[in-house]
């Protein structure tokens, strides 16, 4: 790619496909089309799932891909205008105001001089609507279920309009709007009206072949006996009435952790002593250690054994 030259969109899913397997981002069709008509048809896409299944890389792969700059709103509870959107730099402004008026300025004058630009502090929403030379901005709003009702309710104007309106100043408006990924672990429910305004795909667990995929890309120096065992134990606990789930992000980790330990062979001694890479929460892991662990494992490896060579 030529310096300053920005990537153009895929032009049909196929290609974007391509495009997410270049970035080591192993997706499904569904996927990929869904991702594909919000580039395309300029709508946010809205991405739900539990914890760990890749939502919010796919923002990180859009603006790599694409050659954009990406904007993350990172959400918590109490998120609020002055955090995401702007807030004025009062300190600056006061001292302002005091030279001012020691200069003899007027009111009006002064109130027009302080509500500029240059006394305001941009935040993730409001820098995404700024226009770059690389096109766009890729905009992460990453876990909007951690905020409260009334901030996702603001949000409508942006994702409608794609602007902000400042009282102080007027309404700011984007030219060209931004990729917008929104993401979600469901722990509350999005209101219906910002939903509409998106188009939503449920981010799921893999199977096994695709884990399978996404571990030969991401951890590609383990062995194939290993990934194939780590990955059968995966799917074995994604069965089980745990309190959380391992993601596919647990499943990386737990195999460089076995890597760094030079574990080739995955054994029930090996799951006891790393179980706290792959589950998050001591009753789940009292639960699978020991006994549990190796009958899993038994099962994994007789399943295996039983598969065709080169399934």
């Known amino acids: ?15 974007t496909l391509a495009m997410l397997g270049r970035a080591d981002y192993v997706a499904d069709r569904s996927l990929a089309t869904a991702v594909h008509l919000a580039l395309h048809l300029g709508r ?6 539990e914890a760990g299944v890749g939502k919010t890389e796919i923002a990180k792969v859009l603006a790599s891909a694409l050659g954009r700059k990406l904007i993350r709103l990172q959400c ?6 002055a955090s995401a959107v702007y807030e004025w730099d009062y300190a600056r402004q006061m001292i302002e105001i005091r030279l001012a008026e020691a200069g003899d300025e007027g009111r009006e004058e002064i109130e027009s001089t302080i509500f500029s630009d240059r006394f305001l502090i941009k935040r993730p929403l409001l820098q995404a609507l700024e226009p770059e030379l690389d096109g766009p901005p890729v905009l992460l709003i990453d876990e909007l279920d951690r905020t409260d009702e009334p901030f996702e309710a603001y949000l409508l104007e ?8 400042i009282p102080e100043i007027g309404t700011i408006h ?6 917008v990924v929104i993401t979600s672990n469901r722990t509350r429910e999005i209101h219906d009206a910002l939903k509409r305004r998106c188009f939503y795909y449920w981010v799921d667990y893999p199977d096994a072949a695709r884990e399978l995929e996404i571990l030969a890309k991401k951890a590609p120096g383990a ?9 059968g134990f995966v799917q074995k606990l994604r069965k089980m009435d745990l309190f959380k789930l391992p993601g596919i992000a647990e499943t990386i980790d737990w195999t460089e952790a076995l ?8 054994t029930p001694n090996a799951i006891n002593d790393t179980l706290g890479v792959l589950l998050k929460y001591q009753d789940d892991i009292a639960r699978i250690q020991g006994s549990e662990a190796a009958r899993l494992l038994d099962q994994v490896k007789a399943e295996l054994a039983a598969a065709p060579r080169g399934a």
């Not at 918590?76 to 205008?81: S, T």
């Not at 942006?158 to 309106?165: K, P, W, Y």
């Not at 984007?174 to 990729?179: D, E, G, L, S, Y």
């Open 259 to 266: 890597m760094q330990l030079d574990v080739l062979e995955l």
């Open 174 to 179: 984007a030219k060209h709007p931004p990729i």
């Open 1 to 15: 790619m030529a310096k300053g030259k920005t990537p153009a969109l895929p032009a049909a899913v196929d290609d």
């Open 158 to 165: 942006l994702l409608s309009d794609f602007q902000v309106t």
């Open 223 to 231: 062995a194939p006996e290993l990934s194939q065992a780590v990955v």
């Open 44 to 49: 946010p896409l809205f991405l739900e799932g």
């Open 76 to 81: 918590y509870e109490g998120l609020d205008v």
